[in-house]
């Protein structure tokens, strides 16, 4: 007959040995399903949220532009353009953008904030600055006809005087768009901006457009 000490120290040097391998392949094995499982969710909240940013920074530029034009009396105007260096032109797919009082078309490698130099820009800023993924594309109110540049008059509205300006600017994934969420920045006669989603169509969330 066994003693039970002995009963005991074998079940103590059996809780001892921790998890066999078989045991760790299998778990280990599981993790790796999940992972695989979670990548494509994770992969689709990233490039969500890079058009997002991008969304944002076009929305902050157009706002920077008309609270400057307000502060300045002056008129001021937000443009989208290819570069920001010297052979930069206006384009209303461009992701980089330009605030300034003269068109910076050709002059975007100015240094910002030397409001003494033309085209007197106070801000520009880079379409990759976290927003790569994203395209653009930016029309007049009858939102087919390209458009690349927005006007504000020190009242911080559109300026009525210059023709064929942004009203629209579509915000999408530069690749396989359908796969991932869109926005619209709008902007009124008034001078506001907003963004909004193009594919919410109930008429009470705040999140659905107006054009």
Request: net charge positive; aromatic share 4%; proline share 4%.
């Amino acid at each position: 007959m066994v003693p039970p000490r002995a009963f005991a120290g074998s079940r103590a040097r059996s809780a001892e040995r921790g998890a066999s391998l078989i045991e760790l392949i299998i778990v280990v094995s599981i993790l790796g399903i999940l992972l695989m499982a979670a990548i494509p969710n994770i992969s689709e909240r990233i490039r969500n949220a890079q058009i997002r940013t991008a969304a944002e920074s076009l929305q902050a530029g157009l706002l920077r532009a008309r609270n400057e034009a307000i502060t300045k009396n002056a008129s001021v105007r937000f443009s989208l353009v290819t570069t920001l260096g010297e052979d930069c032109a206006r384009s209303a797919t461009a992701t980089n953008y330009v605030v300034s009082f003269d068109d910076p078309a050709g002059q975007c490698d100015t240094d910002a904030g030397k409001l003494s130099e033309a085209p007197r820009i106070f801000v520009k800023a880079s379409g990759k600055d976290g927003s790569a993924a994203a395209a653009l594309q930016a029309t007049q109110a009858d939102t087919t006809t390209a458009a690349d540049q927005v006007v504000y008059t020190a009242l911080g509205r559109l300026d009525t005087t210059v023709t064929g300006q942004i009203r629209r600017i579509e915000v999408s994934a530069a690749t396989n768009p359908s796969a991932f969420r869109r926005y619209r920045i709008e902007i009124s006669p008034v001078g506001g901006v907003r963004i909004c989603e193009p594919t919410i169509t109930s008429t009470t969330d705040p999140r659905r457009c107006l054009t």
